[in-house]
């Protein structure tokens, strides 16, 4: 679909994930949204697809339209080589989440481990592609908790 970018909004928002920065973006006077930046201005005509879920209209791809939506290969290219880059940012973002929570082994259940991994491995690939945020900061994942007592200082 195309049309012309009206209004662009932020805010954040709780999510099971944590903190997030949710995007409204008003196109031809219709309501899309997405956690994603959208890459675009306001007045901006754009190709965007969208997925209904429920009352809402969440962005999965938006981009500047081109004369007569057609995309340079030089264009083309350069968008595929930032996917695949923010592909590898993530893998490399789980990677470090996988090796930081093994290190602290603070969680024994499996489930409570894997969303800890998606969660931190989140907060990681944030970082890298939007720099420091407030989110990273306020993030519960960094609550300093008290070591638990060992089995000598237990005896003692």
Do not use: C, W
């Not at 999965?60 to 264009?75: C, D």
């Not at 290219?77 to 602290?104: F, V």
């Not at 944030?126 to 638990?148: C, M, R, Y």
């Amino acid at each position: 679909m195309q049309g012309t970018v009206e209004k662009i909004e932020s805010k954040k928002v709780n999510t099971q994930y944590g903190v997030k920065t949710a995007y409204t973006v008003v196109i031809d006077g219709k309501f899309y949204s997405t956690f994603k930046n959208p890459g675009v201005s306001e007045g901006d005509h754009v190709e965007f697809d969208y997925r209904q879920n429920g009352k809402y209209k969440n962005l999965n791809e938006i981009h500047p339209a081109t004369a007569f939506g057609y995309q340079s290969p030089a264009e083309n290219k350069q968008s595929n080589d930032e996917k695949k880059q923010e592909y590898i940012i993530r893998q490399s973002s789980i990677t470090r989440a996988i090796e930081t929570l093994s290190a602290t082994k603070a969680e024994t259940d499996l489930a409570q481990f894997v969303k800890k991994v998606l969660q931190l491995s989140e907060l990681y690939t944030d970082f890298v592609l939007n720099g420091i945020t407030d989110e990273i900061f306020n993030n519960s994942l960094f609550e300093v908790k008290q070591p638990k007592e060992t089995k000598k200082e237990a005896k003692k």
